[in-house]
């Protein structure tokens, strides 16, 4: 059985930055993609960053680009995201999810199969 468990959240002022991490156990998934979807409230759940698992290949929305690095460690099927320069409109609920495609198709939601329960990030200003 997957399982997909994020943790790191929590609550920061503007500027600030968080580390969030997600281990990963029940499967490996070498030839596939993790990723970072968040929600912020009354919003859709949104795309945020993806890494292929055997390439190191990333991707990442527009509104992260630059301040969010998405990061994994093989040993421990885990993938990491270190968000620097937070702001407010970055409050959200973060989600990691597994079993993606390994291409640009990562950015979907619709293409992962497994998800963690999501943590809450909130940023003050």
């Known amino acids: 059985q997957v399982q997909v468990v994020e943790s790191g959240g929590g609550l920061v002022q503007a500027g600030g930055s968080l580390r969030l991490s997600c281990a990963v156990s029940?499967?490996?998934?070498?030839?596939?993609?993790m990723a970072w979807f968040r929600q912020a409230p009354g919003k859709e759940r949104e795309f945020v960053s993806a890494?292929?698992?055997?390439?190191?290949?990333?991707y990442y929305s527009d509104s992260v680009k630059g301040r969010f690095t998405m990061s994994r460690e093989n040993a421990k099927n885990t993938v990491f995201l270190q968000m620097n320069s937070l702001q407010p409109e970055d409050t959200a609920v973060y989600y990691c999810?597994?079993?993606?495609?390994?291409?640009?198709?990562?950015?979907?939601?619709?293409?992962?199969?497994?998800w963690g329960q999501g943590t809450q990030v909130t940023v003050s200003s």
């Open positions: 999810a597994a079993g993606g495609p390994a291409s640009s198709g990562a950015r979907s939601l619709l293409r992962y199969p497994y």
């Open positions: 029940g499967r490996t998934f070498s030839s596939y993609a």
């Open positions: 890494l292929n698992w055997s390439g190191g290949t990333t």
